[in-house]
């Protein structure tokens, strides 16, 4: 199977469509992958580190206020599908899929109208922009949440599967992780926490308050946070005015890139609540403190959060609510009760959905397998 692959802007878009990929591979091992997004945007940068060729197009956003900016964007959204064009007439796919943000939507009206196969998939349970414009252009629409359906107008071509999962968070032992991390045995907790590829202030000052109030006060606790690309500089000038850079048990990195070694080697996530970062905890079974984003369509974080936290498998804390005392107290009491962490790991776990990658296989290859009868009853 010949799959172009397209979503972009944040690790969150482009992380699904990685795994469909590791989804395909696994059962399809012969079957041949491109990417298309954005020469700036961090698709580029995890297409190419997986070894995925990669087509840029331009294409950008739409501003929300009053912006010149949104005069070359017009010119863009009418240039892209041609351009678009060119790249799916090369690769000949069988079949593109998208995984949302504005670089998906050239792509699959390109393909749309070429004839091609087209999937895309909503990790969020309210659809994002680029999911909206296409619905009524692709073939068929996966979702996470079965309430997603409610919003969308073409119901009858939308499926329900669940979040696409990278094989590397499948069977990955704890002590395995730490071993590879070279975390030293000394270490009895490890804290992870992470605001997304981009970063967010909020969780980067959450983070140092941790570690300043909790972390470097316990010799057997190992941290590690994710900055992000545009707030890193900004989180490494705290936490060296903090003389923490001193402690060789905290860690903070621009991107994390093999997340789901971190993951496992945690005890305790602290991050947003953003679909896909879910997916993987329930996966891996690991108990979190959420903190979701107040700045998403529809506050659709927080809801995803709240879901987590009434069943227990999760603590949900609201930005506006967020304190150093709150954050590092809470994590003190986690780090102080092994019970507490036990039983929201189970209940974490209860998320998980094991036959998700087998659901959208069949999907993909009959959406395929349908369109080539077409072409040969046409032809």
Partial sequence: MRVLLTGGGTSGHVT??????????????????????????????????EGIPF??????????????????????????????????????????????????????KAAAELGIPTIIHESNSVPGLAVRRLESKVDTILTNFEGTRNCLKERDK???????????????????????????????????????????????EAAIDIMREFSSKHDDVEHFHSGGRNYYKNAMQIFAGYSLEKNKHLDIKEYIYDMSLYMAAADLCVCRAGA????ELAMLGKPAILIPSPNVTDNHQYKNAKALA?????????????????????VERLYSTPSELERMSRAVKSFANPSVGDEIYKEISKLVRCKEKIKRKEG
Avoid at 56 to 78: C, D, E, F, H, W
Avoid at 276 to 279: A, D, E, P
Avoid at 314 to 323: D, G, P, R, V, Y
């Fill in 16 to 49: 699904p469509a990685l795994a469909i990929i590791d989804i395909i591979r696994a059962r399809e091992p012969d079957s041949q992958f491109a990417y298309i997004g954005t020469e700036k945007g961090i698709e580029k940068r995890l297409a190419e580190k």
């Fill in 55 to 108: 087509y840029p197009i331009k294409i950008q956003g739409v501003s929300r206020s009053i912006s010149p900016k949104n005069i070359k964007t017009a010119y863009l959204v009418m240039t892209a599908p041609a351009k678009a064009k060119k790249i799916i007439q090369k690769f000949k796919p069988d079949v593109v899929i998208g995984t949302g943000g504005y670089v998906s939507w050239a792509p699959l």
């Fill in 158 to 204: 939308t499926i329900c599967v669940g979040n696409p999962i990278r094989t590397s968070f499948a069977g990955i032992d704890k002590a395995e992780a730490r071993k590879k991390l070279g975390i030293d045995d000394s270490v009895r907790f490890v804290v992870l926490s992470f605001g997304g590829s981009l970063g967010a202030p909020k969780l980067n």
């Fill in 276 to 279: 896909m970062t879910l997916t």
């Fill in 310 to 330: 009434d069943k227990g498998a999760a603590i949900l804390i609201q930005e506006s609510e967020l304190s150093s005392d709150l954050i590092a107290s809470t």
